[in-house]
């Protein structure tokens, strides 16, 4: 079983197929094993084939896994589309409440049919058949019906203990049905003996609102949109808490500027959005960058163009994110490349707003962001709120009104910087180009002294390393990515060490500023260069060929069809390249 | 105690006579007349001739891009809800590009105050039409008279459910002063339109035709300007060529109602999460 399960349970939206989801991955996880979940929906609120994929393993890891041992099919269209995925001596559910569903006679799968529909009917509602599923699946492997209950009750308290009882009874029946009427049997990994004192089972929205909060943001300024919505769900919920504030801005255009303004006035504060809303939000970046205010926009990516596909992850939007909006600025790009790191990043994210004072734009997508998955810490103790050139009010002292050179130009290109209130720091923070003091004007050579100020301030950036790299410089293969698909690609990395290759992974975690010179030795070490990203055109290879050079040698593992990139496409896609390049 | 100098920012670059004089010299005034630190306000200003207001009045001051001024005003407020915050820019600005905003503002209910200097015409860019230019006004853009039907702020703002509609007029610096000093202590979203006659650009919508045709709702000893029918009334009888507070209007703010939103500003207070909050939070993803 190499350590590992692959359960997924599918049906229509809208018939609880989530929830049912998250109480096995929730029980998993109490009991000291990692789920990660990654949920497979579209864009309607009812209908429509959906699915929830949990991969149980013994280790914390950052990928759903590409396969599956046992699936619930609560309709035929679930089994015709995950079929496929299905290993060999695998397990298939199939509620015969709509009848005999249908199965390839492909692959070696035990079948299963079970009236799970009928079951819940007896045991008193047709909705617990999600339980009567949860129960088989206690079943086939080794689990009890007692194993789900701190989760049930947890869910259900609210509504009585009758409920409780009624879905425990539920899962009983499930779990009694299956043992006598079948035999096959899986095999969960080897359960952890000691948890973490910090097993937490978390989404990178979840962790990413978390680090903004921890990072002293009390004002969130967004549209709903998925997949970010959650970022506001959960601030909604505790940012009140500490007195602050999530405001639904009439449009994103609208947020952005709220943040800016919020920002310019001296709190923390931020929007979240994705690519449509992140389109809409250009203008304000150079504004951003112009007036040198601090600005965090939080990009939950999905699959683009335009509406493209709003429940679909996707890496497209990085040349947007370093090139979006007209003229020239400087900006921060970040792309957590695991839970914790959208974390530690939205909380880095404020700091290096206020440090460098220009936006920084904190890109994970739908696959980080709203897949769960169980880790075992998240360092809040290393927690630290700087807020780089701001002036206390004794700073200001002897400083007469209209004296405060908010924009002076200065050897690191970052000036003082005053907020409303304080006195001796008036300044106008503008659009325009202006002076030290802030005054608009079009003198050529003040021009210029500002322009290049503002293009020093990154020079000195220092604060996150940008990239993290495992195997060595001079390996056949070096396998590049960037944000999310860390865990998919470090799986990758072991799977074609297996086969003999000698590979090396460097995964990006700030695209601007480049990580260059950490990067180099391993793309000019490399025998070829494999840059994975879902997205069509190889933006990040397109990075490597501006910023380190080795045209040549540049290959790309691309996938933009809505699902995510699984092991076998990088593993497929290096071997092709590796032929042709032992070929030449 | 500040004086009028002390709100005196940058030498202002408006056209001899414009308008937008009358604007900030009664801004000026109100501020002093209320007993206000300049570093204790800030005001965001928007794109165009009116967009220069926030560097040209002494206090702190955004010069953000167009059509921006209400979000970003209501973002600076938000922030530090202890300052005195106004926002103010052109009828481009505000009822053009903007106007998606200015409905929005106006049902939050942010306490800051918005002046929209409004001259029927885009002034900055050298003449052309605007969303309150009157139909048939010949522009650049439209040298065979503008065809749309101009945009009615103040009847906009009563149906938007805005808790202060007033008018102004720049070339009434008293008056205008009383009106703004009423805006600023209003609590909650306030706005006042002011006629501000573009010397340059407009022929039409000049001081004369003002002086001569502006109805004050002061000199009507029945008006009430807490009843919204007579300001609908009154907006329709004079086709909005009214000057005065015409509706006033206390709601809750937006800050006040708000569940559990800082009582002082957010801006001036330091915001650690303990270990034991983290405890707390992190209990639910365990």
């Known amino acids: 079983m190499n350590g590992e399960l692959g359960w997924k349970v599918g049906g229509e939206q809208g018939e ?94 035990h079948f299963c049919s079970i009236p799970l529909t009928g079951l819940a009917k007896e045991s008193g509602s047709a909705i617990m058949k999600n339980m009567v599923a949860v129960g088989v699946t206690a079943a086939i492997v080794g689990l009890t019906p007692e194993d789900f209950l701190s989760v049930i009750e947890d869910r259900f308290k609210k509504k009585g203990q009758a409920v ?148 679909k992850t996707e890496q497209s939007d990085l040349y947007e994110a370093l090139y979006g909006s007209h003229g020239e600025s400087p900006r921060i790009v970040l792309t957590p490349t695991t839970i914790e790191e959208c974390f530690r990043f939205a909380v880095e994210a404020f700091n290096l707003a206020e440090t460098y004072q220009c936006p920084v734009i904190l890109a994970s997508d739908l696959y980080m962001g709203m897949s769960k998955g169980s880790i075992d810490s998240l360092d809040t103790s290393s927690v630290q709120i700087r807020r780089g050139k701001l002036v206390t009010q004794s700073e200001l002292e002897g400083v007469s009104r209209g004296e405060f050179k908010r924009y002076q130009v200065s050897e690191d290109g970052i000036s003082p910087r005053a907020i409303p209130g304080q006195k001796g720091g008036r300044f106008i923070a503008l659009g325009n180009e202006h002076d030290e003091f802030g005054s608009e004007m079009e003198d050529q050579s003040m021009r210029v002294l500002q322009m290049d100020k503002r293009a020093r301030k990154l020079q000195s950036f220092h604060e996150l390393s940008g990239a993290s790299v495992s195997g060595p410089k001079d390996a056949q293969i070096t396998l590049v990515g960037f944000g999310s698909t860390r865990g998919v690609i470090d799986e990758a990395r072991t799977a074609l060490m297996q086969q003999g290759l000698i590979v090396a992974h460097v995964q990006v975690s700030v695209v601007a500023p480049f990580p260059a010179d950490l990067i180099r030795p391993y793309i000019a070490g490399a025998g070829t260069v494999l840059a994975v990203e879902v997205n069509s055109r190889g933006q990040l290879a397109d990075q490597l060929r501006l910023q380190l050079g080795y045209h040549e040698k540049i290959q790309s593992c691309l996938k933009y069809d809505g699902d995510p990139m699984l092991v076998k496409d990088i593993v497929k896609r290096a071997k092709e390249v590796i032929a042709v390049g032992s070929v030449n | 105690m ?129 969303p309150t230019s009157d139909p048939g006004f010949v522009t650049k853009t439209a040298p065979k008279g503008a065809v749309e039907f101009p945009v009615h702020p103040l009847s906009l703002a009563l149906s938007a459910g805005c808790g202060f509609v007033a008018q102004g007029f720049s070339g009434d610096i008293p008056q205008l002063s009383a009106i703004l000093k009423r805006a600023i202590q209003h609590k909650g979203f306030s706005f006042v339109n002011i006629f501000s006659p573009c010397v340059t650009f407009n022929k039409q919508n000049t001081y004369e035709f003002y002086k001569s045709n502006v109805v004050k709702v002061d000199d009507d000893p029945e008006y009430d300007s807490a009843n919204l029918g007579l300001a609908m009334a009154k907006i329709e009888q004079t086709q909005s060529i009214v000057t005065g507070v015409l509706y006033e209007h206390n709601r809750p703010t937006y800050e006040d109602s708000v569940p559990n939103y800082s009582k002082t500003g957010l801006a001036t207070a330091q915001h650690v999460l303990t270990e034991a909050d983290f405890e707390r939070l992190l209990t639910q993803f365990q």
């Not at chain 1, 950052?62 to 060999?88: C, R, S």
């Not at chain 1, 300024?221 to 639904?248: C, D, S």
Request: proline fraction near 4%.
């Open chain 1, 16 to 109: 609880g197929i989530d929830s049912t989801g998250e109480i096995f991955a929730w029980t998993l996880h109490r009991l000291g094993y990692y789920a990660f979940a990654y949920r497979h929906f579209m864009s309607r609120v009812k209908g429509g084939h959906t699915n929830y994929k949990i991969r149980v393993t013994d280790r914390a890891v950052g990928h759903h896994g590409d396969d599956l041992h046992i699936l619930v099919a609560f309709d035929q269209e679930t089994v015709n589309v995950n079929w496929d995925e299905m290993v060999d001596g695998g397990i298939v559910i199939a509620d015969v409440a709509s009848g005999d569903v249908q199965h390839p006679e492909t692959g070696n799968v």
């Open chain 1, 164 to 311: 409780v009882d009624s879905n425990l009874s539920a899962v009983r029946i499930g779990y009694d049905y299956y043992n006598q009427h079948f035999s096959h049997h899986l095999q969960l990994p080897l359960r952890p003996v000691a948890i973490a004192p910090r097993h937490l089972y978390i989404s990178g929205n979840e962790a990413t609102a978390l680090g903004a909060l921890a990072a002293g943001c009390r004002v969130l300024a967004a549209y709903p949109i998925t997949p970010a919505t959650e970022i506001m769900y959960w601030l909604v919920k505790y940012l009140p808490e500490y007195g602050g504030v999530v405001v639904q801005a009439e449009d994103e255009i609208s947020a952005v500027n709220m943040a800016l303004g919020a920002n310019y006035a001296g709190a923390r504060a931020m929007t979240s959005t994705s690519g449509p809303g992140f389109s809409l939000m250009m203008e304000t970046l150079g504004l951003a960058g112009i007036s040198e205010t601090p600005l965090v926009i939080v990009d939950v990516q999905r699959g683009g163009p335009s509406t493209g596909l709003p429940t």
């Open chain 2, 2 to 130: 500040a004086v009028l100098t002390d709100f005196k920012g940058e030498k202002p670059t408006w056209c001899p006579g414009c308008g937008d004089y009358g604007v900030l010299n009664a801004l000026q005034r109100t501020a002093v007349d209320l007993g206000l630190d300049p570093e204790d306000m800030v005001v965001v200003s928007g794109i165009g001739c009116s967009g220069k207001l926030s560097a040209y009045f002494g206090s702190y001051g955004l010069h953000t891009i167009h059509g921006r001024t209400l979000p970003t005003a209501q973002g600076v407020k938000l922030a530090n809800r202890d300052l005195t915050v106004l926002a103010a820019g052109g009828d481009g600005d505000g009822f053009g590009i903007g106007m998606g905003h200015f409905i929005h503002a106006m049902r939050r209910n942010v306490d800051i105050t918005y002046l929209v200097m409004d001259n029927h015409i885009y002034g900055l860019t050298t003449g052309q039409t605007s």
